[in-house]
């Protein structure tokens, strides 16, 4: 085998491992952790820690360590926000989200700088087009990495349906559930008694298993990068230097349309917080309980990478216009819906309804924002995504910061007015976009698509 494409699969298997176990995880937070809003505080704090992880840690970390530890290492943050769940409390918690959050920039920055110098390095043996490399890699990469959401929810919930404890809900606590909640702990354990400590220590014994896999497979396996190849790191890292690219970030927000901008990106950290954060707690593991949350995120994550693929091949023929309107109506039937409807145990084909809407929309707001962030800003890319990843992790920070302070439907007129602000200021960048160039728009630049996007999911 090609050594570069044995790193790339060494690579993509260790964030496979990874985020099988943080993807579940996730998930579960404000299930497992009810009790004074624990769970989504945490998730809170470790997407504020990713804001200033962003800013100031990846090049220097990179630098001083190389790719490779610099993989390794931050994998080592993710799996002390699993021995934080062990048990679980403000004082275990909080500071493993932290960390956590302080290495996910850091592993994302250097597994791009490792894979674009992979492919160069490969291009310029093979004579062949460096660009066209590197988009096969990371083609590669987020083939595998993409299922680790499948399987870490289920394990979630093939291990907590094991549960021997599971009781009847009563009609009283199902009028509880869904958009009206009690905002009381029971809502979050009437589905079924909480799982045992010895599930729980079972699912989350796994789950650091799998993190110190992904560890043991980066340290064994992936090759350092070479001297010769040295000068091309130092080149991706200092080509511009990071106070430059610091200060451009900012900078970036004198472009009107950057600003005009800022409403849809916080929207994608918005709709993604409601969906882990409040969905998954006050309609699923309310009214079917907790075993049924990694089934439901299961269809999400399904739906989405398949959209994903799609929509990023069809928005050169329908243009981003056509797929932004989709998004939007389809997102506003479900915040409309999700208002109306009752959740109830019998409706269970409804409980993945939702998550598979969301899953189609999400796959727009995430594939056709950054291809629109490309073409706009390309000129100032490096910028651009980084106001990208700021302002989608200050939505996340949001979502789950009032998550446990307001009712569910309060959080569902929110989502429903950020995204009627978001289409606006939106319309207004393409208005200004086509009294600018009254030519045919361009095609989305969908190789912008592919690392960027997961970065934000970290």
Not at 93 to 111: R, Y
Not at 152 to 174: C, D, H, T
Not at 405 to 418: A, D, E, G, T
Not at 421 to 441: D, Q
Request: proline share 3%.
């Amino acid at each position: 085998m090609e050594r570069n494409l044995k790193n790339v699969l060494v690579i993509s298997f260790g964030f496979l491992l990874l985020f099988t176990a943080y993807g579940g995880l996730q998930s579960l937070q404000s299930s497992l952790h009810s009790e004074e809003g624990l769970g989504v505080a945490s998730l809170s704090v470790l997407y504020a820690a990713l804001i200033l992880s962003s800013m100031f840690l990846p090049p220097v970390l990179i630098k001083k360590l190389g790719c490779k530890w610099t993989i390794a290492g931050s994998m080592c943050c993710y799996i002390a926000f699993s021995l934080g769940n062990f048990y679980a409390s403000w004082y275990t918690l909080i500071p493993t989200s932290v960390i956590l959050g302080l290495g996910g920039a850091p592993l994302w920055s250097a597994k791009c700088t490792y894979l674009t110098i992979a492919g160069n390095s490969y291009a310029e043996k093979a004579g062949k087009n460096g660009k066209d490399i590197i988009n096969q890699y990371f083609g590669v990469f987020f083939l595998i990495f993409q299922s680790s959401g499948i399987w870490g929810n289920l394990i979630s919930s093939l291990i907590f349906s094991q549960a021997s404890n599971k009781v009847e809900i009563s009609e009283e606590n199902l009028a509880c559930c869904g958009a009206y909640d009690c905002m009381t702990d029971t809502t979050n354990t009437t589905g079924s008694a909480e799982p045992s400590n010895s599930l729980i220590y079972t699912l989350l014994g796994i789950y650091t298993a799998s993190g110190v896999l992904a560890v043991l497979l980066i340290v064994m396996f992936l090759d350092q990068i070479k001297s010769d190849q040295a000068e091309t790191e130092k080149e991706i890292l200092e080509t511009p230097s990071f106070w430059s690219t610091f200060l451009a970030t900012f900078q970036q927000l004198k472009d009107k349309r950057q600003c005009l901008l800022i409403p849809l990106t916080m929207y994608s950290g918005f709709e993604q917080g409601f969906l882990a954060g409040d969905y998954t707690k006050t309609y699923v593991t309310c009214a079917l309980g907790i075993h049924y949350v990694g089934y439901v995120m299961i269809c999400f994550s399904a739906v989405n990478s398949l959209c994903s693929l799609l929509f990023g091949k069809i928005s050169q023929f329908t243009g981003r216009k056509l797929l932004f309107g989709l998004a939007t109506v389809t997102n506003t039937a479900c915040i409309i819906a999700l208002l109306l409807w009752k959740p109830h145990p019998k409706q269970i084909a409804v409980f993945f309804v939702f998550p598979a809407l969301w899953g189609l929309s999400d796959a727009i707001w995430q594939t056709q924002t950054n291809g629109l962030y490309g073409v706009l800003f390309e000129k100032h890319t490096e910028a651009a995504f980084a106001n990208y990843r700021l302002w989608e992790s200050c939505g996340f920070v949001i979502a789950f910061g009032y998550s446990t302070k307001l009712q569910v439907y309060i959080k569902l007129y929110i989502l429903l007015s950020v995204l009627v602000l978001s289409m606006v200021t939106y319309g207004v960048v393409e208005y200004l976009e086509a009294k600018s160039s009254p030519g045919t728009p361009p095609a989305t630049k969908k190789e912008n698509v592919g690392p960027v996007t997961q970065e934000t999911h970290m």
